[in-house]
């Protein structure tokens, strides 16, 4: 019971940057705007979040600082495709490209140098608990920040005015545009909140998950957050839900490495997540799945005012 306990736990905190990630994209998406420079930002807030936190000796305001990292990673982007009207994939691309260097760049100095992990929070009477005590209550501040966040993101997309207009500039922006809403101040709102998440996502890896900074740490998980809202049909508690399953993948195909339970090279099980994301991605893409996407109408679409 103790190691499966374990095991649901670890799960659970390796899907914490993944749904950082994924849910920061999904309001970007949602209101039309796709950015595939996940990955470049996830990279930006997981150096700096660890360069701040080293030097101020301070998590929370390394935290922050990764936050804003990811944030005007996402400011460039925005300025390049809402307001000089650069293709968003290419531009996405780009910006990942650019975080893989820049944070190696910034990072060379810190390679390998130890950093003390973002403690655990001790919740009274509940962290005690057996079994629910150490899978739910023993956890950081940003893995009970990231279920609060994706909550926070489903009842704002299904309950609020403002939701319902960010929906509404991603569907038919002409529409939104007509009805007087500013297309390009909210697209650039919705991807700075997608840049802060991402950021998010990168400080977890860097000073709670892996206390130690390693170029391109991030292995990918940018990419995967982008299957993963695919996946989750641009639905906050489908990525939730998504999160989970990839992050149990990771941690599983870890523990049949360690336990030499099947006789393949290691390389071939590291694999595993991104052969997942894969077959997600091909089968609701051909499958019964594919009507219910509902990925919204103007993404990817560029927006110029007439007037």
Same mark, same amino acid.
């Given at each position: 019971m103790d190691g499966t306990v374990a095991l649901l736990a670890a799960v659970i905190v390796a899907s914490t940057p993944l749904l950082f990630a994924a849910i920061g994209e999904l309001v970007a998406e949602r209101s039309g705007v796709l950015n595939l420079g996940v990955e470049g930002m996830m990279l930006a807030g997981a150096v700096t979040g $660890?360069? @701040? *936190?080293?030097? *101020?000796?301070s998590h929370l305001v390394g935290i922050g600082s !990764?936050?804003?990292a990811g944030a005007a990673m996402a400011l460039v982007f925005a300025v390049l495709t809402l307001s000089l009207m650069a293709n968003q994939v290419a531009t996405g691309l780009a910006l990942t490209i650019f975080g893989v260097g820049l944070s190696a760049l910034v990072g060379s100095s810190f390679v390998g140098t130890?950093?003390?992990?973002?403690p655990r929070l001790d919740i009274p009477g509940l962290s005690d608990l057996p079994v629910v005590g150490?899978?739910? $209550?023993?956890?950081?501040?940003?893995?009970y920040g990231a279920v609060a966040l994706t909550l926070a993101v489903a009842w704002f997309l299904a309950k609020t005015r403002g939701g319902m207009i960010l929906r509404a500039v991603g569907e038919n922006h002409e529409a939104a545009h007509g009805l007087g809403y500013n297309v390009i101040h909210i697209r650039y709102l919705a991807v700075l909140f997608g840049g802060l998440c991402a950021g998010l996502g990168g400080a977890f890896l860097s000073i !709670?998950?892996?206390?130690?900074?390693?170029?391109?740490?991030? !292995?990918g998980r940018g990419w995967i957050a982008l299957a993963? @809202?695919?996946?989750a049909a641009w639905r906050p508690l489908r990525v939730l839900v998504g999160a989970y399953l990839f992050g149990g993948v990771t941690i599983l195909q870890l523990h049949a490495?360690?336990?030499?339970? $099947?006789?393949?090279?290691s390389q071939v099980m590291s694999m595993l997540p991104y052969i997942a994301t894969i077959i997600v991605l091909v089968v609701i893409s051909i499958g019964p799945w594919k009507a219910r996407l509902q990925a919204p109408a103007c993404l990817g679409r560029p927006f110029l005012p007439t007037n």
């Open positions: $660890f360069a @701040v *936190t080293l030097t *101020t000796g !990764a936050a804003v130890p950093l003390p992990r973002l150490p899978l739910l $209550f023993r956890h950081d501040v940003l893995v !709670a998950y892996t206390p130690m900074w390693i170029e391109q740490m991030t !292995a993963l @809202v695919v996946f490495q360690g336990l030499g339970l $099947f006789a393949v090279p």
